[in-house]
């Protein structure tokens, strides 16, 4: 029993500059648009959740979408 866990994490937009170091001011109010939120995520609503997987260890086989509900509409 090797006890190897396999999880994944989706992210939406993120605001990081991966992301914003590319965008103009006009492009990230239009993606921010696109999310049902109408706003794009943070960092630590990914570490967060990384956080959780890891710390839970009955997760197991899972993916995780955080992308702020975009992929719903």
Do not use: Q, Y
Request: proline share 3%.
């Amino acid at each position: 029993d090797l006890k190897i866990r396999v999880n994944a994490i989706s992210p939406g937009a993120i605001n990081a500059p991966m992301l914003t170091n590319h965008l103009d001011e006009e492009s990230l109010i239009k993606l921010k648009e696109k999310h049902l939120l109408s706003k794009i995520g943070e960092v630590d609503n990914i570490s967060s959740a990384c956080w959780f997987i890891n710390e839970n260890t009955f997760i197991n086989g899972s993916n995780m979408i955080i992308d702020g509900g975009r992929t719903i509409i």
